[in-house]
């Protein structure tokens, strides 16, 4: 009994969904706190959580339609939670009923809201949650709360922000929900007040487009969206007389942002009034392309003016970059944060008096966490990297390595890791085995040039060089070549990064093989992992084209160990 009085009781309302998911998996692992798992359907509450890990606060399924107010004030009386999280969407044409009945009941509230007006106009239920002590937080995803941690973080080197630009683009391959398909085409062919030039204009959503580069994965499409940053940054940063506040989305696959930019305009001339009508078939239609997608996305940001230090760069530019169907956790860290915050504060400081602690109103997530805390759980994710700017610049931004492993991770590398991607030259040897496959794998390793097969018993001597020269036709860049001798026979590539992408490319032969670098989980060591192969700068299709895939260990203070597949 003692034990129960101490957890904190938190409901995740629609706590099985695309997002809410995500965090009842998280929150149900925190031993202080106690997680309710609620939704429409009872049976899917109770198959989620009886799939959930089993730890000292098991988690409870409740059935309640939000929808139903007096059932649903009811659930609130019954469970008294001390934080319900909304993740329900879409929030566009939401009431703040739930927001309400929360504050009425003494519940604190936090959602996952991203819909510009339901956010931007919250303030007026902050008398209300005042007068009941409660806090009551709107917006805590991607924008604004991400969004504005990152800008808390680096608006300090500037006297100016003359402009911020910033975008998402997930991996089209991962969980989305009808509700995130319902919010994007809210606001297709749609008018969208935007801060630009120091004064308010019009742009149209989902026009706009251009390509953009995301660390590690490529160029992307995106195109202008509507979300509450746009109506509420341009007053929060007034002091640095921000000139203009742009965000950006964009789908991955080409042909389908296009013909989502198509579909704005049929709606801008009044053709279509209301694409979010077709949100089911356009969601269902959109599945099938799938398997064309990838599971790699993220978000970038980019804010330039007039610094401080005058030896300091105009402009900073920060991203986060999620692989393998990570993406969508990445809108649910910031509820996770205050989830956190707030059981913390009913600890220590229920009145909320305490310095730092959430203060009792109604108001959006704007720089109520920092970049740290986001960092922080993070880390427990391997496949979501947080690429910030340097703190100094110095002799590796120009190094491939060191750009596509991105700061601060190469600091963290092994030191002999260190000193092979900065030296000018690198030379060692040792010995290995090779292994191949099927006639067709000897016949390819032959074709370009790898070494044969090892010995039953035996192992092949490896002798390597890395030499680094200027590219001659960007001086800012620096050119790797990688000579490797096996038994005496020569294997040469060479490789550079494309600067935008921070993408890796070897050639070898008439082949140019694009990969990606990232840390392994224990920061020492990293992996090449395969994104594209090129034949005469002719691009291969994935099913006929040779890939790569290594990963590179610290052996010991002056070595390393060196896997690599090829398929």
Same mark, same amino acid.
């Given at each position: 009994?003692?034990?129960?009085?101490?957890?904190?009781?938190?409901?995740?309302?629609?706590?099985?969904?695309?997002?809410?998911?995500?965090?009842?998996?998280?929150?149900?692992?925190?031993?202080?706190?106690?997680?309710?798992?609620?939704?429409?359907?009872?049976?899917?509450?109770?198959?989620?959580?009886?799939?959930?890990?089993?730890?000292?606060?098991?988690?409870?399924?409740?059935?309640?339609?939000?929808?139903?107010?007096?059932?649903?004030?009811?659930?609130?009386?019954?469970?008294?939670? %001390?934080?319900?999280?909304?993740?329900?969407?879409?929030?566009?044409?939401?009431?703040?009923?739930?927001?309400?009945?929360?504050?009425?009941?003494?519940?604190?509230?936090?959602?996952?809201?991203?819909?510009?007006?339901?956010?931007?106009?919250?303030?007026?239920?902050?008398?209300?949650?005042?007068?009941?002590?409660?806090?009551?937080?709107?917006?805590?995803?991607?924008?604004?709360?991400?969004?504005?941690?990152?800008?808390?973080?680096?608006?300090?080197?500037?006297?100016?922000?003359? =402009?911020?630009?910033?975008?998402?683009?997930?991996?089209?391959?991962?969980?989305?929900?009808?509700?995130?398909?319902?919010?994007?085409?809210?606001?297709?062919?749609?008018?969208?007040?935007?801060?630009?030039?120091?004064?308010?204009?019009?742009?149209?959503?989902?026009?706009?487009?251009?390509?953009?580069?995301?660390?590690?994965?490529?160029?992307?499409?995106?195109?202008?969206?509507?979300?509450?940053?746009?109506?509420?940054?341009?007053?929060?940063?007034?002091?640095?007389?921000?000139?203009?506040?742009?965000?950006?989305?964009?789908?991955?696959?080409?042909?389908?942002?296009?013909?989502?930019?198509?579909?704005?305009?049929?709606?801008?001339?009044?053709?279509?009034?209301?694409?979010?009508?077709?949100?089911?078939?356009?969601? %269902?239609?959109?599945?099938?392309?799938?398997?064309?997608?990838?599971?790699?996305?993220?978000?970038?940001?980019?804010?330039?003016?007039?610094?401080?230090?005058?030896?300091?760069?105009?402009?900073?530019?920060?991203?986060?970059?999620?692989?393998?169907?990570?993406?969508?956790?990445?809108?649910?860290?910031?509820?996770?944060?205050?989830?956190?915050?707030?059981?913390?504060?009913?600890?220590?400081?229920? =009145?909320?008096?305490?310095?730092?602690?959430?203060?009792?109103?109604?108001?959006?997530?704007?720089?109520?966490?920092?970049?740290?805390?986001?960092?922080?759980?993070?880390?427990?994710?391997?496949?979501?990297?947080?690429?910030?700017?340097?703190?100094?610049?110095?002799?590796?931004?120009?190094?491939?390595?060191?750009?596509?492993?991105?700061?601060?991770?190469?600091?963290?590398?092994?030191?002999?890791?260190?000193?092979?991607?900065?030296?000018?030259?690198?030379?060692?040897?040792?010995?290995?085995?090779?292994?191949?496959?099927?006639?067709?794998?000897?016949?390819?390793?032959?074709?370009?040039?790898?070494?044969?097969?090892?010995?039953?018993?035996?192992?092949?001597?490896?002798?390597?060089?890395?030499?680094?020269?200027?590219?001659?036709?960007?001086?800012?860049?620096?050119?790797?070549?990688?000579?490797?001798?096996?038994?005496?026979?020569?294997?040469?590539?060479?490789?550079?990064?494309?600067?935008?992408?921070?993408?890796?490319?070897?050639?070898?032969?008439?082949?140019?093989?694009?990969?990606?670098?990232?840390?392994?989980?224990?920061?020492?060591?990293?992996?090449?992992?395969?994104?594209?192969?090129?034949?005469?700068?002719?691009?291969?299709?994935?099913?006929?084209?040779?890939?790569?895939?290594?990963?590179?260990?610290?052996?010991?203070?002056?070595?390393? =160990?060196?896997?690599?597949?090829?398929?």
């Amino acid at each position: 009994a003692g034990l129960h009085v101490r957890m904190y009781r938190v409901i995740v309302l629609g706590g099985y969904g695309t997002f809410g998911s995500k965090i009842s998996r998280v929150l149900s692992a925190d031993p202080g706190i106690s997680l309710l798992v609620a939704g429409r359907s009872g049976q899917a509450a109770k198959t989620f959580t009886d799939h959930l890990l089993i730890h000292a606060n098991n988690p409870t399924p409740v059935q309640v339609d939000a929808n139903d107010r007096q059932s649903f004030r009811n659930m609130l009386n019954i469970h008294k939670p %001390h934080l319900l999280i909304h993740t329900s969407g879409p929030f566009q044409g939401q009431s703040y009923a739930v927001a309400q009945d929360c504050i009425d009941s003494g519940v604190h509230y936090v959602d996952l809201a991203d819909a510009r007006e339901f956010v931007s106009e919250f303030h007026a239920l902050d008398d209300k949650a005042k007068k009941k002590g409660v806090v009551a937080i709107t917006g805590a995803s991607t924008v604004p709360a991400l969004s504005s941690a990152v800008i808390q973080r680096y608006r300090a080197l500037f006297k100016e922000v003359r =402009d911020i630009s910033y975008f998402v683009s997930p991996g089209y391959d991962t969980d989305r929900g009808m509700a995130t398909v319902k919010a994007v085409l809210a606001y297709c062919g749609k008018p969208v007040r935007q801060w630009m030039n120091g004064a308010w204009g019009t742009v149209w959503g989902w026009q706009q487009t251009m390509a953009v580069p995301l660390h590690g994965v490529g160029s992307r499409l995106v195109s202008t969206c509507s979300v509450p940053d746009l109506e509420l940054f341009p007053k929060w940063l007034e002091d640095t007389k921000v000139k203009a506040v742009k965000f950006y989305a964009g789908l991955e696959i080409k042909f389908l942002h296009l013909g989502l930019v198509g579909m704005s305009y049929l709606s801008r001339y009044g053709l279509v009034k209301d694409w979010s009508r077709y949100a089911s078939p356009l969601f %269902h239609i959109g599945n099938l392309f799938r398997p064309f997608g990838s599971q790699s996305g993220g978000m970038g940001l980019t804010m330039s003016g007039v610094p401080v230090a005058s030896s300091a760069g105009s402009e900073v530019s920060w991203s986060i970059v999620a692989h393998d169907g990570s993406g969508p956790l990445i809108p649910c860290i910031p509820a996770i944060i205050l989830a956190r915050k707030l059981a913390n504060q009913h600890a220590s400081s229920p =009145d909320h008096s305490a310095p730092g602690c959430l203060a009792p109103g109604a108001y959006p997530c704007i720089s109520l966490f920092s970049i740290e805390e986001f960092k922080d759980v993070v880390r427990s994710n391997p496949g979501i990297f947080v690429y910030e700017p340097p703190e100094t610049s110095d002799h590796t931004t120009s190094r491939a390595y060191p750009q596509s492993i991105g700061h601060p991770y190469f600091q963290s590398l092994a030191p002999v890791f260190k000193h092979i991607h900065t030296a000018r030259t690198v030379e060692g040897e040792g010995s290995c085995v090779v292994s191949q496959g099927s006639t067709i794998a000897r016949w390819m390793a032959r074709l370009v040039g790898l070494p044969a097969a090892t010995l039953p018993g035996a192992r092949t001597k490896v002798e390597i060089k890395i030499l680094t020269e200027q590219d001659p036709r960007d001086s800012s860049r620096i050119i790797e070549h990688w000579q490797r001798t096996f038994d005496g026979k020569p294997f040469i590539s060479s490789q550079f990064i494309v600067p935008a992408s921070k993408l890796i490319i070897e050639t070898f032969g008439p082949f140019h093989i694009v990969f990606r670098m990232l840390p392994m989980p224990d920061g020492q060591g990293y992996t090449y992992n395969w994104v594209k192969t090129y034949w005469m700068h002719i691009p291969l299709p994935a099913i006929i084209a040779p890939r790569a895939y290594a990963q590179a260990t610290p052996s010991n203070e002056k070595g390393w =160990d060196f896997v690599v597949q090829v398929s």
